[in-house]
């Protein structure tokens, strides 16, 4: 197939385990983009981390962030973010959880999360995705809210958007066939955004999950295996 653009995830797929940025991968993006393919991130961090990481690697095709509640590229809507989904519902949402479990959740409450337009984040301290999931279900709207774990944290984020539903929403706007397009991601927030592109590609750190979603599963890790998969598919 061709490919005229690339999404990628950030933390764990252009990021090693300790979420450095993996040089392999900035050199393969850096190619790409001279070959006029725009690589688009698609994150769940928030804008200003992930607008940051696009302009220091070069990246143009723009910004999926916050798992799909925000989305940007410089150039459109005045050069002001979109926020495509209110945070009603999870602001509600973290409301009774604070009640049930107090000072644990006020302990691994995101430092970053003052910044967030659509999602609140908790550091994954003590804490895990089945214990939210368990602590949210008595909550009236607990139907709305979809629960991430992204590897490094666990995002309590708005059903009504994600990251595909937001990639598929950014390409319409800028006239791009998504079938064009070849995703690469690494851990169960990403299943989303592989499943609408027209090539889904995993790294081998990936969670068995999202491989089993994936065309191809790279034989390198991290950075590595976006290098791998730029340069056997685009390059």
Same mark, same amino acid.
């Given at each position: ?6 999404? @990628? ?25 001279? #070959? %006029? ?32 509640? @925000? ?28 009640? #049930? ?22 550091? #994954? ?18 139907? /709305? ?27 319409? /706007? ?14 169960? %927030? ?10 889904? @590609? ?21 950075? %590595? ?11």
């Amino acid at each position: 197939m061709k490919i005229d653009v690339i999404a @990628v995830d950030i933390d764990g797929t252009i990021t090693d385990h300790k979420r450095r940025i993996c040089i392999s991968a900035i050199k393969a993006i850096r190619k790409a983009e001279e #070959k %006029n393919i725009p690589v688009i991130l698609v994150t769940g961090n928030v804008i200003t981390y992930a607008y940051a990481t696009a302009v220091l690697i070069g990246c143009s095709g723009g910004i999926v962030c916050e798992n799909g509640g @925000v989305i940007f590229k410089e150039g459109q809507n005045n050069d002001q973010i979109q926020i495509l989904t209110d945070k009603n519902h999870v602001n509600k949402a973290n409301k009774y959880l604070t009640n #049930k479990l107090g000072e644990k959740l006020k302990k691994i409450f995101s430092n970053d999360n003052h910044y967030r337009k659509s999602e609140i984040v908790y550091y #994954k301290e003590d804490i895990s995705k089945e214990i939210i999931e368990e602590n949210l279900k008595d909550f009236d709207d607990f139907d /709305k809210i979809e629960v991430y774990d992204s590897g490094f944290a666990l995002h309590l984020t708005d059903k009504r958007v994600n990251k595909g539903s937001s990639l598929k929403y950014l390409c319409n /706007k800028n006239n791009i066939n998504i079938k064009n397009l070849m995703a690469i991601g690494d851990s169960e %927030n990403d299943i989303e955004f592989l499943k609408v592109a027209g090539f889904k @590609v995993a790294v081998a750190n990936a969670d068995n999950q999202l491989k089993k979603n994936s065309d191809y599963i790279c034989q390198k890790s991290y950075g %590595n295996g976006v290098k791998e998969a730029i340069d056997k598919f685009v390059l």
